[in-house]
């Protein structure tokens, strides 16, 4: 049994316009609750930041707790590196839904509003 005419036009035309929201471009960025995180992965809390640095590619992170200082270098494609007095701490995917310290957000690139995906 076929469906009537208009009930396939409405389908097409709903699958049209699904398909053409998704060809618009859409900024990805990983956000990191630092100082959890980082207590988190050494066991001790109260890290601070005391310097950042940003590139088109990561942000970069210098954090210290007393003696001790960190290097925490977060991708936009959601990998990151953590080295803890030039050792290496963590080194993978925050964006596995693993990690309760970090979500991925979605931005509209022309205007920056912010996107809810489901």
């Not at 050494?42 to 001790?68: I, P």
């Not at 991925?104 to 912010?114: A, D, K, Q, R, V």
Request: charged share 25%; proline share 5%.
């Amino acid at each position: 049994m076929r469906p009537e005419p208009n009930v396939e036009a409405s389908i097409l035309e709903m699958d049209e316009t699904q398909v053409e929201a998704w060809t618009k471009p859409v900024v990805c960025r990983v956000e990191v609750d630092l100082p959890n995180w980082m207590a988190q992965l050494t066991g001790h809390k109260n890290w601070e930041v005391f310097n950042e640095e940003e590139t088109d590619d990561y942000m970069s992170y210098a954090m210290r707790l007393g003696r001790q200082e960190a290097e925490v270098t977060l991708y936009h494609s959601g990998y990151a590196v953590v080295d803890v007095d030039g050792e290496s701490l963590f080194n993978g995917t925050l964006t596995n839904g693993k990690n309760a310290c970090a979500q991925l957000t979605y931005f509209n690139p022309e205007n920056g509003e912010p996107i809810t995906l489901n």
